[in-house]
């Protein structure tokens, strides 16, 4: 069996944080133990030696993010800390394990606590704030050395350098792009990344520098094959292994949008339906061979099959319930 979390909106009656089990042979996917203390689990990620698990904690108007250590049956709360703002979204762990940073998407900020090397949170060590915005993804660059927050209240990425002596961001770049901008992927090399875009049902192509720290700006490609009966909101973008194919989930359409990548460009292949309501987030096994959507309002995780080599992903094959989804992290 394969090890997975989940995580969802206790404040919708989800469970928060729950382990799962995913057969190899079948992938089904089977929710088990919860975790208690974990509220509104809406973005997890592991520490870069897999020893820990951290989430946010999508609470309005004050926020946290709890560290977990990974054990069996279920990962231990570690603590918690507050993020000093409100909803954060999305975080990310520092290549060094050193620290965390988050975006409180509710207030317009991204912050940063260090991490101990027993893996708890330390008291946060800087904020910045974006005026109007709402910040909604908080990543490193594959070089370790840049952080890029997407708002997607004020159309822009920024580009912050990170001091790892004081823990304290530097901005270094204001990118105004795109529509709605919610998520950056990044293409195995480095170079290129993608900007879904929810509020346009676009998908910004761009190029980065990491010597520079700069981001460019390129293609604009649409994520749906038709008018959409149903204003549409693309959530998630996850590149495969091989660097050949984009995937993003369309919240409205209800589908899944399979895209050619080649070079600095993106052509649409074809849509499938994802099997539920609002595919809020998307990850492909470590095989590579399925697509596990998060539809949150329907409350389910599907499995779609994939062909690694057409990259075309089939009709949904399974399902399970798991009320109000957020994600599904594989370890």
């Known amino acids: ?175 105004t792009v795109g529509t709605g901008p919610r998520h950056l992927v990044w293409h195995p090399d480095g170079v290129h990344v993608y900007l879904v875009c929810e509020n346009a049902s676009q998908v910004v192509v761009c190029t980065w520098d990491a010597t520079t720290g700069t981001l460019t700006a390129g293609q604009i490609v649409g994520t749906v094959t038709r008018v959409a009966v149903t204003p549409n909101f693309p959530g998630e973008g996850v590149v495969s292994p091989d660097g050949r194919f984009l995937y993003v989930t369309n919240r409205g359409d209800n589908s899944i949008a399979t895209f050619a990548i080649n070079g600095d460009g993106l052509a649409l292949l074809h849509t499938v339906s994802c099997g539920g309501d609002w595919p809020r987030h998307a990850i492909l096994d470590p095989n590579g061979r399925r697509l596990y959507v998060s539809n949150q309002r329907s409350g389910t995780v599907t499995w779609l099959p994939r062909d690694p080599s057409s990259g075309l992903v089939h009709p949904v094959s399974g399902n399970t319930k798991a009320t109000a989804v957020a994600m599904v992290l594989f370890t």
């Open 1 to 175: 069996m394969t090890r997975a979390y989940v995580g969802s909106y206790t404040a919708d009656g989800g469970a928060g944080l729950a382990v799962a089990e995913v057969d190899p042979a079948t992938g089904a996917l089977t929710v088990g133990l919860t975790v208690p203390g974990v509220p509104d689990a809406s973005w997890l990620a592991c520490s870069p030696d897999g020893r820990f698990l951290y989430t946010t904690n999508e609470l309005d108007p004050s926020g946290t993010v709890t560290a977990l250590e990974r054990c069996e049956p279920r990962p231990m709360v570690l603590n918690s800390r507050p993020t000093k703002g409100s909803a954060p979204t999305h975080l990310c762990v520092h290549p060094s394990g050193r620290y965390l940073l988050t975006a409180n998407y509710g207030s317009g900020s991204v912050a940063v606590l260090p991490l101990g090397a027993d893996g708890r949170l330390r008291a946060l060590t800087d904020l910045v704030e974006h005026v109007g915005g709402l910040a909604h993804q908080v990543i490193m660059d594959p070089s370790g050395r840049w952080v890029l927050a997407v708002d997607l209240g004020i159309d822009s990425v920024f580009v912050y350098d990170l001091d790892l002596d004081t823990g304290k961001l530097l901005e270094h770049q204001h990118l």
